[in-house]
């Protein structure tokens, strides 16, 4: 190997070991927090006194295991954060789905326009959204509601949704659905039967976005919930009181939170995997 693309290869690899460092430090450093005991917080990085599981068990069952500690149980926020996002993906992704063929495969007048002007729903600042939106969901009865929050979370992530399918389906050749026309196929069957299987990684690929945008929202969560639909997002920043912020609860379900987006994701990535083994045998 060439003396300077050797000494350019070990400087790159330096300089990516302390971004990672750098950027993994402040979750080892919260995890060593969710192993020390309640009400007390590592000075430094390095390993507690004393390692204990009991924020998590406290953050689990909702009982207080130590003379210091929250009695929240994130459960019930978890189930709520799941259904909402279930259904933001659901919605998303049957609308964008649709949406996103239409730009791709047909052209009319102001065809451009009106798709560049999704970009100005992504650029508009969420919280000038919160007026208008928690006005809406009044109106209509659906203010502490999973479809309502729901609701506003596909609007949110809609632009993107249509932007990312709109790339996978000009990626898939025109000459496929128009054998099948050719072939006695209706336009549906062609949509079902050809472009969508050979779209499923850009699917799963949009789901994993809306998914994860969804999963954390803090904000209209905030909003728009009166304790009937708290989500996970709201669990965690309620470990506090007047006095105090429960940082070993909070950082354990902060971690415990991160389980079903693993899970997720690990399923999403094994279909965006057999979408494109299915994309290649067609």
Known sequence: MNPRLQTSTYVLLAAALLICLWTIFPFLWFFVVSLTTP??????????????LVSYL????????????????????????????SLT??????????AAYVFSRFRFRFMAVL???????????????????FLMMTDYGLVDSYLGLALVYTLLQMPLAIWLMKGFFDAIPRELEEQALIDGATLPTA????????????????????????YIEYMFAAILSRGGINTLPLAIAGFKSEHQIFYNEMAAA???SMIPMALFFLLAGRYMVGGLSMGALK
């Open 115 to 133: 798709f560049n002007s999704l970009l100005m729903v992504r650029m508009t600042p969420a919280i000038s959204l919160a007026v208008p939106m």
């Open 58 to 85: 406290a953050v689990i069952t909702g009982k207080g295991y130590a003379a210091v500690g929250a009695k929240i149980s994130i459960v019930p926020n978890l189930v709520n954060s799941l259904i909402v996002t």
């Open 39 to 52: 009400g007390r917080i590592p000075r430094g990085m390095q390993l507690p006194e004393e390692m204990s």
């Open 89 to 98: 993906v659901a919605l998303c992704l049957s609308i964008s789905t649709g």
């Open 254 to 256: 902060s971690f415990l």
């Open 191 to 214: 949509l079902f039967r050809i472009v969508l299987p050979l779209a499923a990684p850009g699917m799963a690929v949009t789901a994993c976005f809306v998914f994860l945008a969804g």
